[in-house]
């Protein structure tokens, strides 16, 4: 294993990041942290993998006739159940869930839909039984799905509750955040593509929903790539352009008010395209993206460079957590930031 200090000019506070071996050169973007020894990921080429000894080793776990599939969100509920989400359309084949109660010995197929438009950009859950996933919009509303026997089965919402996209407005598939959830019945998706860059919010498990602007930046590659709430009315929105990953532009925005309104959160964010934002603790974010990987102390209001590891998703359980990038990239932290009193 290879071992990387980092140490950030803040008193005491340190970062250990450590390289771990996932014998792949799979695209990945998405790692759900479930505790300290447990963490999943998935990615490009139906890749699954999975730790149960805090990252010393990985298990390529296979999914059946899933090879063409790109896991593009997953989200663990333990070492053996879990549920992924493959992107792509729905006419192609590629709009799927699948679900393992068995640590991935075996996949069901609980979700397929072969519309044409169908595009899933992420899937989160509220508890072990209830959840929701959503897709790029169809005929002018995000097609969104919702369970309540713990991904067994999906039905779609009305479309009728929830607002029209802009032209151009959609979602993307980068990091397994575009869309959250909070509480037993919160729900946040973020938007980009041209007119994007506005929050989507319920507060009803997804049945009825409003929608607010944030000061993003949206175009055809740009806009908000992650979501993160630590309680029904402290969030973070986190974005970029894909096109250009340097470009430098106010790309985080923060609410109070469980996502009414946004403001932008400070002028020393380090610039670039970021598209997955984890919470360490109620003080501390730590984002990543293509541009670089970079950490708030006081719930976004400034940011500190870390380094520039094109990195594409971060997850977090307690205090240790992974992050995940291209190439089979998977980054372990350990003892992040230390805890420290908001500015």
Request: charged share 20%.
């Amino acid at each position: 294993m290879k071992y990387i200090l980092l140490f950030f000019v803040c008193q005491a506070t340190f970062a250990q990041w450590i390289v771990q071996n996932s014998n792949t050169q799979a695209s990945f973007r998405t790692v759900s942290a479930v505790d300290k020894n447990t963490c999943w990921v998935s990615g490009s080429g139906g890749t699954v993998l999975r730790t149960l000894d805090g990252g010393v080793s990985w298990q390529k776990l296979s999914v059946p006739g899933a090879d063409q599939l790109d896991f593009r969100d997953i989200h663990a509920f333990d070492a053996q159940t879990a549920v992924i989400m493959s992107a792509g359309d729905g006419s192609e084949g590629k709009a799927k869930l699948y679900k393992t109660i068995d640590g991935g010995a075996s996949w069901k197929l609980v979700y397929s839909t072969d519309q044409k438009g169908v595009f899933f950009d992420s899937i989160d859950f509220w508890d072990r039984q209830y959840g929701i996933a959503f897709s790029d919009p169809i005929d002018g509303k995000f097609y969104i799905i919702t369970t309540s026997d713990g991904g067994e089965t999906w039905k779609r919402m009305n479309p009728e509750n929830i607002p029209a996209v802009k032209s151009g407005e959609a979602a993307f598939a980068a990091s397994g955040t575009a869309l959250v959830v909070q509480g037993n019945t919160n729900a946040w998706i973020g938007t980009g593509g041209e007119n994007g860059g506005r929050v989507f919010y319920s507060t009803d498990q997804g049945q009825t929903w409003q929608v607010s602007e944030t000061t993003i930046k949206a175009g055809k590659t740009s806009g908000i790539f992650g979501v993160r709430f630590l309680d029904a009315k402290t969030g973070i929105a986190i974005g970029g352009n894909y096109e250009d990953v340097k470009e430098a532009f106010l790309n985080v925005n923060v609410t109070k008010d469980g996502g009414k309104t946004w403001t932008a959160a400070s002028q020393t964010i380090p610039a670039g395209l970021k598209e997955g934002v984890a919470i360490y603790n109620k003080n501390t974010l730590v984002a990543v993206g293509p541009s670089g990987t970079c950490y708030s102390m006081n719930w976004g209001k400034t940011w500190t460079k870390i380094d520039d590891s094109a990195l594409h998703a971060v997850s977090f359980a307690g205090k240790v957590g992974w992050a995940v990038g291209g190439k089979g990239q998977i980054v372990k932290f350990n003892d992040v930031i230390l805890n420290q009193e908001p500015k």
